[in-house]
Nanobody, 119 residues
Framework: QVQLVESGGGLVQAGGSLRLSCVAS???????MGWYRQAPGKQRELVAI???????NYADSVKGRFTISRDNAKNTVYLQMNSLKPEDTSVYYC??????????????WGQGTQVTVSS
């Protein structure tokens, strides 16, 4: 059974840092991994993504502050968030594009972790 388990969210003051982790299990093959976020009343948006070849892409709003990385041996993707701003407050979701037990590739989502940045 495919599963994504996130950790590392919490409450932090503006200017602080947090590190999110997401462990993937049950995959036969993992392609891109990424982080999305969704604030109340807003659409879910891409924060950062990293391909199987370690190519990264970031939302303009987080460039220079957030860093995405992955450890393929541990099937884990990380999001290091520095210089956090109140507008970064959201539920952060891990996303993994990969192949589970079936023959098809699909997108899978974690349960989400709350990040709250106080001013």
């Amino acid at each position: 059974q495919v599963q994504l388990v996130e950790s590392g969210g919490g409450l932090v003051q503006a200017g602080g840092s947090l590190r999110l982790s997401c462990v993937a299990s049950g995959f036969f093959k993992i392609n891109a991994m990424g982080w999305y976020r969704q604030a109340p009343g807003k659409q879910r948006e891409l924060v950062a993504i990293i391909t199987s070849g370690d190519t990264t892409n970031y939302a303009d709003s987080v460039k220079g502050r957030f860093t995405i990385s992955r450890d393929n041996a541990k099937n884990t993707v990380y999001l290091q968030m520095n210089s956090l701003k109140p507008e970064d407050t959201s539920v952060y979701y891990c996303n993994c594009n990969g192949q589970g037990r079936g023959p098809f590739t699909a997108d899978y989502w974690g349960q989400g972790t709350q990040v709250t940045v106080s001013s």
